[in-house]
């Protein structure tokens, strides 16, 4: 995307059934939960019970006789959507019909949601089908727009924010991140929803760029009773969407539940590994530390490469090889590389995913201008290492540190430069 998403439009909605954000989260990858997006909004977007849909829609979206774009698809490959559509019918999700002309000639197929008369019961095991009726809106920019521009772990992540707010009839909502790894079980032993289906470290990430792109807001909460709190989340409108004077349902205020306070940071900060060190051992242990550091920090770079490979529709099986053929660091230039060419309108051929092997195989010449970027972007770095070897004005070494999450000294959340 040239330019950052700038908010969702005063509302129009299409609705979508509750078990995709309680159950199916949890059990379809993302490129299965893309195409089951689309075959919703296809279908309960307009009102219909089924849609005729063909392949180049699902991929490429739909354009108008007046040359305007109705929706973008999916942003996947034929070869996706058609494993996807495969294992979306194995998993009792979808139906699938196939039409013929009178001469025998293969149609565009006809889709429909699995629906099940009986009552949904919350077990494990396979999918039954959904039941009727039980829905939360989705805003259409979700479908039309954003099918086509998010990664899968960012539309899971953007699902559960959507659900837990107005799914509940909220404009906001405060979720922790436990919340959203490994969902809810009640009182009764009922399970709620399963959670995004994400790990930690791919949640965290999604939030970051979800943010990024303006997509959601979060508000950090904290007490000093409770310290930190849940997070406050909310989806991003360029107007209130239901103006100021008229709330969701059962909503008084939108205001967080406790004073945002700043927490005591100077009685937080963990002294730097280093000065724990006796003088006379600080040479010889400083330089074991230091190995045991660079060797963890290699095994963290390298799984966080291969996340970010698969994440971007690469079989898990070619980006082990890639990770054992390649550094790390070269796997995470040409992801950024990728990004730069995303961001100037570049569409691939094939796939993203096959660009990207293809350009870390063959080790495409970067451009000029990409160099400049990657040479501002050490820079950067390398005044917030002075930055946090000298503890003065506000740290942004953070992802500089391979020992702390987050700056020790600020307690900033590390940033993108």
Request: include cysteine; aromatic fraction near 10%.
């Amino acid at each position: 995307m040239k330019d950052k998403f700038k908010g969702f439009t005063r509302p129009t909605y299409t609705i979508s059934p509750n078990q995709i954000f309680d159950e199916l989260l949890d059990i379809l990858n993302g490129s299965e939960l893309k195409v089951l997006l689309y075959i919703i909004r296809r279908t309960f977007g307009f009102k219909k019970e089924s849609d005729n849909v063909s392949l180049n829609q699902i991929v490429n979206g739909i354009k108008k006789k007046d040359g305007s774009m109705q929706d973008y698809g999916t942003g996947l490959s034929k070869r996706s959507v058609q494993k996807a559509i495969i294992k979306l019918v194995e998993k009792n999700v979808i139906l699938k019909t196939r039409r013929k002309d009178d001469i025998g000639k293969e149609l565009s197929p006809t889709y429909s949601l699995n629906f099940i008369d009986i009552p949904f019961k919350n077990v494990t095991g396979s999918f039954i089908g959904f039941t009727i009726p039980n829905y939360t809106i989705v805003a259409d920019e979700v479908f039309d727009v954003l099918l086509s521009k998010l990664s899968g772990s960012e539309i899971k992540t953007l699902l559960f924010i959507i659900r837990q707010t107005f799914g509940y009839s909220k404009e906001s909502e405060n979720i922790s991140l436990n919340r959203m790894l490994h969902g809810y079980i009640s009182k009764d032993k009922i399970v709620v929803d399963r959670g995004v289906g994400l790990q930690k470290k791919t949640l965290i990430k999604t939030l970051k760029s979800l943010i990024k792109k303006k997509i959601i807001i979060k508000e950090k909460r904290y007490s000093k009773d409770k310290g930190f709190e849940p997070t406050n989340y909310k989806i991003n409108f360029q107007t209130d969407p239901w103006g100021k004077k008229y709330h969701l349902v059962g909503v008084k205020s939108t205001t967080p539940m406790v004073k945002k306070v700043l927490p005591p940071l100077e009685e937080k900060r963990p002294s730097p590994l280093v000065e724990k060190l006796p003088p006379q051992y600080k040479n010889k242990q400083y330089k074991k530390i230091q190995q045991h550091v660079d060797v963890i920090s290699k095994n963290r770079e390298e799984k966080e490469a291969l996340n970010n490979l698969v994440d971007l529709n690469v079989n898990k099986k070619i980006a082990k090889s890639l990770i054992k053929k390649h550094s790390y660091k070269k796997i995470n230039t040409y992801i950024k590389y990728l990004n730069y060419k995303l961001d100037k309108g570049f569409k691939p051929k094939d796939s993203i995913a096959a660009f990207l092997v293809d350009s870390i195989v063959n080790s495409y010449i970067l451009p000029e201008n990409f160099k400049k970027s990657e040479e501002s972007e050490i820079k950067n770095i390398n005044r917030a290492k002075k930055c946090y070897e000298s503890i003065k004005g506000d740290c942004i070494a953070s992802k500089t540190i391979n020992l702390y999450p987050y700056c020790p000294y600020c307690e900033k959340i590390s940033k993108k430069y």
